[in-house]
């Protein structure tokens, strides 16, 4: 298992973030509210009002109470008006009592009521809250550049965020519940500050322990699963390929089944071990600590016990006190647990708001340029190098060349050897690490990216194959313009895709892929024909495939560049293929080798040059012969 990718040796981590940084993480709770407001300013107001209403009710029964059993010992104590109930109601003598039971019964039912309301408030809430996440985070992530999506530390804090997205919705709970609770020992407080001062301070004896213990086991459970991302990401991935219908058909041919389930189980196993530690370690240390809670509160119980027998409280008093001491003991330590269990939430929070603070590095500049449409005289690479972030080897280097306008450029070279990244660097995916490429002597870091992708079409040899209808499979190629039909018929005709459509059963309203129900899926060169046409869709200056037909069958790759060239007329085009009967067709051609250019010319100029290409060409051409 060692060759696992993203796998770091040490399964515990050493250390766990300081006070300071927790403290510093409890700074998000403010962003974190002021997103839950931006959700809506009606519930969290409600939420906060009917909690306050909450917050007082316990001090409240427990005063109704007290009167209750203070008025049973004063009427145990009179002379009984008669022998039936009838008697003692006639002559007055349970009006006391019955106001309040009355006042004990209603503010048991209001306070049914309240945390109901309070509930479905926020549930409500929650949902409204974890949904306004979930868009705030895909609208941050189209804004960044694709590098962050290449790179594997960023698709751990993607997917941490993701899990945040999703997972935090009880924190909106426990902080108002954490505001309620406050209150609540306020009140009740003051009113045993009230009859007996210094009992108070046996509280701090029950909850600092437990205090102590859960921040330290929140940070540990913290840097725990934030040190196992990407095993969890892996998990997530095992998972996947072992059940899932793209993989399907290779899994059970392969026999992987087997494979993927020992593979799983393994890394599974790993990380339930830490977890069971970190669980039972806490779990040992909360029994001992709420015994010494237990302790403190019995010490307190039996004093106030003492009290009543000699006389100086009142058995309601007992009866206050006592529940008084119990509620506040109890409240005491959920609000410090909830303390360091908001701060250890608002670690996993930390995850959520360092998504947002990645920025996007490919920008437009402050005063950008517009891209030149129509354009003139050609796109250049001028010495054009570039290195993948975070890696040292130069892809491409001393790139030079240049594709006239109107023309179509091919580019041909080994697995490897540079051709996508060309693509990537030209269509400003990524920028270039030195020289630099113009469009029209404007160079492309003069533009705004959603410039310069509006004016390209480009389909990948990874295209995407949306589990949506026919229609929005060619829409998505210019999506505002996904419900004109005569565009949409246009490029499908000008694909070859319209042949595809005509043949399924509910033509462009059939829902595409396997994914949903009624789906039907297409072959690999029916998919790549209505990939092209997403292509078509743009009003491209300069359309690029590359390798979208390599699974085309050859009447349909003759007959797809065919239109292409006739299209691309006047417009520029960028080919990427490994099949020379397409490669041919191009007015230029370079050979690229390890990033550089190793030769470049014409179809005819290539072969005659007898170089690299026209020993491919000749041992492809012998394989028709
Ligand atoms: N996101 C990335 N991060 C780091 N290295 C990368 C990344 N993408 C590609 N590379 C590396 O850059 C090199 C060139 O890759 P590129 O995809 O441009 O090749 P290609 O010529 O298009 O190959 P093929 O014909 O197989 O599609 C390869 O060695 C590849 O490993």
Redesign the pocket.
Known sequence: MSDLPGRRPPPIPETTPTLRDQLDNLAHLGRLIAQIWRTSKGLTTASIVLRLLAAVQPVAVLYAAKLIVDEVVRLTAITPPGPTILDWFNAGALNGMIGFLALELALVLANDLVARVTGLVDSVLSELHSNQVSVELMEHAARLD??HF??AEYQDRLERARRQAAGRNALLSQIFGQAQDIITVFTLAAGLFFYAPWLILLLPLSFIPSVWGEARFNSLAYMLSRWRTPERRELEYLRHIGASAETAKEVKLFGLGGYLVTRFKKLAHQIFIENRRVATLRASWGALFSAIASLAYYAAYGYIVWRTITGAFTLGDLAFLSGSFLRLNGLFQRILLGFTQIAGQSMYLDDLFSFFQIEPTVLAPADAKPFPAPIRSGIVFDNVGFK????N?W??RNLSFVLPAGETLA?V????????????LLTRLYDPSEGRITIDEVDLKDMAPVDIHTHVGVIF?DFIRYSFSARDNIGVGRIEAREDQTRIDTAAEQSLADGVIAKLPKGYDQQLGRLFRQGRDLSGGEWQKVAIARAYMRDAELIIL??PTAALDAKAEAEVFARFKSLAAGKSAVI?S?RFSTVRMADRILV?DN?AILEAGTHEQLVALKGRYAELFELQAAGYR
């Not at 993948?388 to 890696?391: K, L, Q, S």
């Not at 070279?413 to 990537?424: F, L, P």
């Open positions: 694709l590098q290449e790179s993948y972030p975070e890696t080897t892809v491409v580019l070279g080994e697995n490897g050897a540079g051709k996508t990244t060309i693509v990537k040899q590359d390798e990427i490994h690229l990033g």
